[in-house]
């Protein structure tokens, strides 16, 4: 029999490693809002949304002022943040774009709403909101059908 994961399982939290812990940090907790839950030193940082140990590990120990990895490199593509409503999301971007931060992109995909843009150390990072289940686009036999459409941005930010 095929061994299939838990329906339960989640991605507990993702551990970067960036050139700058400050640098990163001006971006994770002073744009994004994540809160520090635990420093170590100058070095690594743990960070959180509503008091969980760590969503995102920051890290200098093997990267400490080095340049971003190549675009055409195997590695991550970028963390996925989901937010918990459609005001949430809005309220960030309307943060990232008082800030002037450069956004890579933006997509409704059917099943989610999504803002895409690069942290300071050019790792790839998504910012969500997953639209109810039962609104999900199905085809004609019940398959998920994701697309990539173009983002109302300003019908998303009119809900703050």
Aim: aromatic share 10%; net charge negative.
């Amino acid at each position: 029999m095929e061994y299939k994961v838990p329906s339960g399982v989640s991605i507990g939290h993702v551990h970067l490693k960036v050139s700058d812990l400050d640098k990163a940090l001006a971006f994770y907790q002073g744009i994004l809002g994540f809160e520090i839950t635990q420093r170590y030193g100058a070095q690594a940082v743990f960070i959180s949304a509503g008091g969980y140990h760590h969503h995102i590990g920051l890290n200098t120990w093997y990267s400490k002022n080095a340049p971003p990895a190549p675009q055409r490199a195997c590695g991550l593509f970028h963390t996925a943040i989901l937010y918990p409503t459609r005001r949430d999301l809005a309220i960030v971007l309307q943060r990232l774009l008082d800030a002037g931060y450069p956004l890579t992109g933006t997509a409704d995909h059917g099943v989610s709403e999504a803002i895409y843009l690069d942290d300071p150390d050019g790792n790839g990072v998504e910012l969500y909101y997953d639209r109810p289940r039962e609104q999900w686009p199905l085809d004609t036999e019940g398959n998920l059908q994701m697309m990539t459409e173009p983002l109302n941005v300003n019908e998303l930010l009119s809900l703050i």
